[in-house]
């Protein structure tokens, strides 16, 4: 498919049966591809389903619509979801959620399970169960999964940053320090390395008491240095305030080999989780976003039956169309389906002056066609 032109948009409509529904699917085939193919059609065959009285469908024509939008919400929130966990791999998404056009309707004939074949509120509430459970998992998995990250990401945020912030536990070793004396201590000093030969020259000065020669440079980013210094412990708030005049910040440190140890298997342990975690939650995701999507179809297919008997009326006969219009088209598209379905209209004008409130027409939500219209949005994923 060229992804210039194909939309991942369908409108899913339906017509009355003209002498039979085929010669409504026909018509609309020829009509649509006569202008140079304005859209890839195929029919949407939907159950014969027992229909109930007018004041049942009314009320299931509301309900649908609420359902509806519960369920695209899910749908979008495990495809959004699917691409926070795929990170740098996003284009990947797409390719591991979405199922074609094609798809829709073989998904939707291969799924009649739906289906008990009156129009009561079987189908209803078992999508609505099925697709609130599938919520309910995508909060729990994702708030544990995210939780994962967050640890790790303040462990990794702890390892990088300057160095007055980051965590020294792979920088400095034991014998950077001088340990367990009673009257020296070892101070690290952060020098920026513009000021560096000041504090070659200075630091042996900058109080009484400091050992000479005992200042190293353990590691530099690109500002600047970390060196050791040790000194008298008497003299430590001397040093670092004469220190602070030259620019050379003393770090706040306290040299703990089991804590620096902890906070490393912390960080490893964080991360092989993250990554047992992360295989399953993708193939969790994949299987449950096909769940409603599927889910989402069917509601969209009872919704297609029940406007269609309310506007077309009985004896149950209309034809269910499913449509994937060009992108460049898609105007013309809309004035060949008025072309071919205006005549409906004048049912459907008396109906919307009667002063009986419609399902389906909320003027105000949804623009009104002649035929029964619903789109299926599939752009569930606009990656900048």
């Not at 829709?104 to 509430?125: C, G, I, M, N, R």
């Not at 430590?236 to 906070?263: C, P, S, W």
């Not at 889910?295 to 008997?309: D, G, N, P, T, Y």
């Not at 209309?318 to 060949?336: G, H, I």
């Amino acid at each position: 498919q060229d992804k210039g032109t194909k939309m991942t948009e369908f409108w899913l409509i339906s017509a009355p049966g003209e002498k039979t529904c085929q010669q409504t699917w026909e018509k609309l085939h020829a009509a649509t591809t006569k202008h140079n193919n304005l859209s890839t059609n195929s029919k949407f065959n939907i159950p014969d389903l027992k229909v109930g009285t007018l004041d049942v469908l009314v009320g299931l024509s509301d309900e649908l619509a609420k359902l509806d939008a519960f369920v695209e919400s899910v749908v979008k929130k495990v495809a959004q979801y699917m691409a926070d966990v795929l990170e740098d791999s996003k284009d990947k998404v797409q390719e591991n959620l979405l199922a074609n056009g094609g798809l829709l309707e073989q998904q939707w004939q291969a799924e009649h399970k739906f289906y008990s074949s009156s129009l009561d509120t079987v189908p209803f509430l078992f999508i609505f169960k099925g697709v609130n459970q599938i919520d309910n998992d995508l909060k729990a998995r994702a708030s544990a999964y995210n939780n994962l990250k967050g640890n790790l990401q303040n462990l990794e945020r702890k390892n990088a940053g300057s160095l007055l912030t980051r965590s020294l536990a792979d920088i400095v070793k034991k014998e950077d320090f001088v340990l367990d004396s009673e009257y020296l201590v070892t101070l690290l000093v952060i020098v920026p390395k513009l000021n560096y030969n000041d504090w070659v020259k200075q630091y042996e000065t900058l109080a009484e008491m400091v050992v000479p020669r005992s200042s190293n440079v353990l590691f530099e980013d690109q500002d600047s240095y970390l060196c050791n210094v040790t000194l008298f412990r008497k003299a430590v708030d001397d040093f670092k305030h004469k220190a602070r005049e030259y620019r050379f910040m003393v770090r706040d440190f306290q040299y703990n080999e089991e804590e620096m140890k902890a906070d490393k298997e912390e960080m490893n342990r964080l991360s092989t989780d993250k990554k047992k975690q992360f295989g399953p939650l993708v193939r969790w995701l994949k299987v449950n976003f096909s769940e409603a999507f599927i889910a989402w179809i069917h509601v969209k297919a009872l919704r297609v039956f029940v406007e269609s008997v309310l506007r077309y009326g009985l004896p149950v006969n209309f034809q269910a169309m499913l449509l994937q219009p060009n992108k460049k088209t898609m105007k013309k598209l809309r004035e060949v389906l008025y072309e071919l379905y205006k005549h409906l209209d004048s049912s459907a004008a008396a109906i919307i002056d009667a002063t009986m409130d419609i399902p389906g027409l909320n003027l105000s939500q949804q623009e009104y066609y002649p035929y029964v219209y619903y789109k299926i949005d599939c752009n569930l994923l606009e990656f900048k």
